[in-house]
DNA sequence: TCGTAGGTATACTGGTCTGTGAATCTGACG
DNA sequence: CGTCAGATTCACAGACCAGTATACCTACGA
């Protein structure tokens, strides 16, 4: 990607995160990013695609962020929250909810790229948390996995509402993990 | 309302959630409900205004279903979970998700009625679990009631995904009720 | 030296959007 | 019969939007 290109996809995160896709016109991303549209469209084609570029590049971003912490776990029982870990750091910048939940509320067109991208983001996450609970020695990693899912999920998506979910999430999954790797077990 | 108003606001509910509220202008709706776009903007000033009405509208429904729901119950602990029992039968007709979730990812202005309403859907169904919980004697009513909250916007929130995640969600629901109610503690 | 890729500048097309103006119609109710 | 609210008809303003056309500039590598 040129260094053009790159510009505007950062420039492309930031206002369709924050202000939304369809109310974020190309001009604007344009000159926010200090190109011409021309440019933009050399290098992306159309908006839609540049959409499903943000969209994958805000995954890899998350991804990474999330391996990070996981990596940097000692317990393999502490890994299988990581990802909450991850949560709170990630919603000190990040206050609009779930990009690729948002993604899907703007485009309901089930054929647009911004489907599959979210729906793989999801499923990631999920057999991540299936990995983590295996190695940790949890009882049924499947429902658990899939519990943490949830809990995950529901703590992003009331994260623009004036509640205060995530920690409360948190421990819940922490006690979950706990009660699935107790000896009584 | 005029019988006009209420044919109006009927389209806007089913066109703006299936499509968008962003995607869905208003002479489309105007067409869909067999009535003039003047009409509309007689009854409801803007387009903004309609927004507000047809989120009030479904919230009205909605709250009534749950209220259902619970009323149906006879055991208290089973009244609970009862949202979980009244989403079940919502998504039947509702796969796009949550329609104030979404409504807040299309407009990002804080200051759009949306906003308040949908604060105010997720604050009614807090308080709802505070209440039901205390009623049924569960011990710490109010961190149960943010845990469930947390449960049914996850299940709500991944509704779109193909993960099926509503059967996990609810077994978890009424496991934590069960505990926190169970004679030991 | 010359071609080419990446970028700039600017004007433009065709379409869609929210919202308004102005005149007219219709039916219920006093 | 007269009034008036609700509704229709239809044209139109003004803004914005995705995407295109054309011409030009610049740096670099064969």
């Not at 499947?142 to 948190?170: M, N």
């Amino acid at each position: 990607m040129t260094p053009a290109g790159r510009r505007i996809v950062t420039a492309a995160e930031e206002l369709f995160y924050d202000r939304g896709i369809t109310s974020v016109g190309v001009d604007l991303i344009a000159e926010y990013s200090g190109v011409t549209k021309r440019t933009l469209y050399n290098q992306f084609g159309s908006k839609d695609h540049l959409v499903a570029v943000y969209l994958a590049e805000r995954d890899k971003r998350w991804r990474s962020r999330v391996r990070e912490t996981v990596d940097g776990c000692d317990d393999p029982a502490e890994a299988v929250t990581a990802p909450f870990e991850t949560l709170r750091t990630w919603s000190e910048a990040n206050t609009r909810g779930c990009a690729f939940i948002n993604a899907l509320a703007e485009l309901p067109d089930p054929s647009h790229p911004a489907h599959r991208i979210a729906a793989d983001q999801k499923h990631w996450l999920l057999t991540l948390f299936k990995e983590l609970a295996t190695a940790a020695g949890c009882a049924d990693a499947d429902t658990l996995a899939t519990r943490l899912l949830v809990l995950h999920e529901g703590a992003l998506a009331t994260q623009p509402l004036p509640l205060d979910t995530l920690p409360v999430s948190t421990d819940l999954a922490r006690a979950l993990v706990r009660a699935s790797t107790a000896p009584g077990r």
